[in-house]
């Protein structure tokens, strides 16, 4: 059932290539328009280019997260999550990593582009990747949790009123490894503490999910 | 089922009353249990707040390295102390709602919430009335101004969960959950938050460096923040009572 939730995610993602792809779509252009908007200059454009892609890869994350639960509440998937025998937290998990993998993963692939046209050394740019590799999937458990909580209400203001706040810790913590790899320094602590807010959310976030999909539900 | 049954068909003496602090859970019994405390709790709030001004302004010294614009830590602290206190009363009481299903706990966080933003907003505004003569900003990004924006926006988060579901009970138990995920993430975002300060800049002016205060300057620190707590308690029970009503009549409706 696990699986069988998960492949069907990447089935649907894979019959409707667009809606996976806006999320990496809307990084990209977010990325480019900063230096239209700053100007050519290349020592500043490396100076911001870690916060700018992480503040983006944070906003396609929050778009991408806005009718996650959507379509089944509106299918009746829901409740039948909560009739079968696996426990919901587990569904919510498979559903979360499947979302991950549809629209995270690209955003990641694309970030080494993005951070040679930010001019980021080649050192720094594996430092991004493993940033946002050890980042996005919290920022997601994050979001799914947001998403869980305001299902059913109209706009979608709602979702980055709740999801932002919280996204704060992987941000300053993915940040500040890339900008201490521009610097020189070691970025091995800000990466374990991105892991251990990996660690945290992945434990607590499908659980909390799972309660709000139940209060949605009744 | 039985157990019910039992006691139910004993004679009235025979049968153990719940503790009277249990009872104030109901929510009918707590609206006048409220009701007798907000005048106490008012008029204990403007006493004290007028005898911590007067101490503040009237009795306190001038500092000798910030002048008389130290003063505004008499507004400041305990307004800053109660945003993040609030916060944590109102999770307890999310919490208590979640655990044990009382239909009151929703409700205090509820009451509760407006007083924390409110507060969370005084500091912020007078921390930046004094930080423009002494630090010569309005706003410094610094790890306290920073998370004490961050807990504002929590504070409005939840406001905004809780007021979008047109089902009350829906928005209570969406308020609780997103309520305690806060109290997790509030020392994580501290922490995150005051490293990447020390990261960016070197060690700004720091309040806990200064000088260690008169007597005086305490007395009228301590009184302001009693009169903060006094405040709250007869707000939040004015609110909570208002809350109570409002409930009842929905369900009168439906």
């Known amino acids: 059932m696990l699986i069988a939730v998960f492949m069907r995610e990447l089935l649907l993602a894979l019959r409707r290539p667009t809606d996976a792809l806006a999320a990496l779509l809307f990084f990209v252009l977010v990325c480019s328009l900063f ?47 909560l009739l079968s025998p696996q426990p919901l937290t587990a569904l919510v998990a498979a559903k979360v990593a499947a979302h991950w993998c549809i629209a995270c993963l690209p955003l990641v692939l694309a970030a080494p582009l993005l951070a040679l046209q930010y001019g980021l050394g ?29 299902l059913g209400v109209r706009g979608h203001v709602l979702l980055a009123l709740v999801m932002l706040p919280m996204s704060v810790p992987p941000l300053v913590f993915g940040c500040a490894a890339v900008s201490a790899g521009q610097q020189g320094l070691p970025a091995g602590a800000s990466l374990s503490l991105l892991g251990a807010c990996l660690a945290l959310a992945a434990f607590l976030c499908p659980w909390a999910s799972a309660a709000a999909l139940r209060l949605a539900l009744e | 089922m039985t157990h019910e049954l039992t006691t139910g068909s004993l004679p009235a003496p025979l049968r153990r009353p719940a503790p009277r602090w249990r009872r104030l859970a109901s929510p009918p019994v707590f609206h006048g249990f409220a009701g007798r ?163 960016h800049q070197g060690s700004t002016i720091r309040l806990d460096a200064a000088p260690a205060m008169t007597h005086t300057m305490l007395a009228g620190m301590l009184l302001m923040a009693l009169a903060c707590w006094a405040y709250t308690m007869a707000v939040a029970l004015a609110r909570v009572r208002c809350l109570i009503t409002e409930r009842a009549a929905l369900e009168a409706q439906s």
Do not use: C
Request: no cysteine.
């Open chain 2, 37 to 199: 405390l907000v005048p106490g709790f008012a008029g204990l709030a403007t006493v004290l707040a007028l005898a911590g001004l007067w101490v503040g302004f009237a009795i306190a010294p001038t500092d000798h390295q910030q002048g008389e614009i130290y003063r505004i830590i008499f507004i400041h602290v305990p307004a800053a102390w109660m945003s993040m206190f609030i916060y944590l009363v109102a999770a307890l009481h999310a919490g208590l709602g979640l655990v044990f299903g009382t239909r009151l706990s929703p409700l205090m966080s509820r009451a509760l919430a407006p007083t924390g933003a409110l507060f969370t907003v005084i500091a912020l505004w007078t921390g930046a009335a004094w930080g423009k003569p002494t630090w010569g900003a309005w706003w410094v990004w610094d790890a306290r101004l920073t998370s004490e924006l961050i807990l504002l926006f929590l504070y409005l988060a939840y406001l905004g969960l809780v007021s979008a579901f047109e089902d009350p009970r829906r928005g209570d138990g969406a308020g609780a959950i997103l309520l305690l995920a806060g109290v997790v993430n509030v020392p994580i975002i501290y922490f995150s938050v005051r490293w990447w300060s020390t990261l």
């Open chain 1, 122 to 150: 080649g050192e720094t740019v594996g430092l991004l990747v493993a940033a946002l590799l050890l980042g996005t999937p919290t920022l997601v458990l994050l979001g799914a949790l947001g998403a869980a909580l305001t």
């Open chain 1, 35 to 81: 230096p239209l908007a700053i100007g050519p200059d290349a020592a500043l454009l490396r100076a911001i280019g870690p916060g700018v892609v992480w503040v983006s890869a944070l906003l396609a994350v929050l778009i991408s997260l806005q009718r996650l639960f959507e379509p089944e509440l509106a299918d009746g998937g829901l409740e039948q999550w």
